[in-house]
């Protein structure tokens, strides 16, 4: 079972940029797309960005261009590089694992981790 465990969240001006990890624990994400999801205050869950194995990625629209994920060779962790921040991009954020279905949809995805807040002053 993998375990994962997001880090690098806090506070930052718009136009600022954070830089999120999630680390990997009990066994590597070794072969399975990892995606990165968000929920802000009264909304649902929605997706940000994913990386198959393969190293093909997908962004929702509204983060194209600034954001970039990434993953690195041993498949312990995954990025999630986050520039040009808007007070918009405000929420937590998750890291989870993608075992089948839609790359956009939450339910497509088993394994989470705890999160890691983001909050982007004006």
């Known amino acids: 079972q993998v375990q994962l465990v997001e880090s690098g969240g806090g506070l930052a001006q718009a136009g600022g940029s954070l830089r999120l990890s999630c680390a990997a624990s009990?066994?590597?994400?070794?072969?399975?797309?990892m995606g990165w999801f968000r929920q802000a205050p009264g909304k649902e869950r929605e997706f940000v960005a994913v990386?198959?194995?393969?190293?093909?990625?997908y962004y929702a629209d509204d983060v194209k261009g600034r954001f970039t994920i990434s993953r690195d060779k041993a498949d312990i962790t995954v990025y999630l590089q986050m520039n040009s921040l808007k007070p918009e991009d405000t929420a937590v954020y998750y890291c989870?694992?993608?075992?089948?279905?839609?790359?956009?949809?939450?339910?497509?995805?088993?394994?989470w981790g705890q999160g890691t807040q983001v909050t982007v002053s004006s």
């Open positions: 989870a694992t993608h075992y089948s279905g839609s790359w956009y949809s939450a339910t497509s995805y088993n394994y």
């Open positions: 009990g066994r590597t994400f070794s072969g399975y797309p």
């Open positions: 990386i198959t194995s393969g190293g093909t990625t």
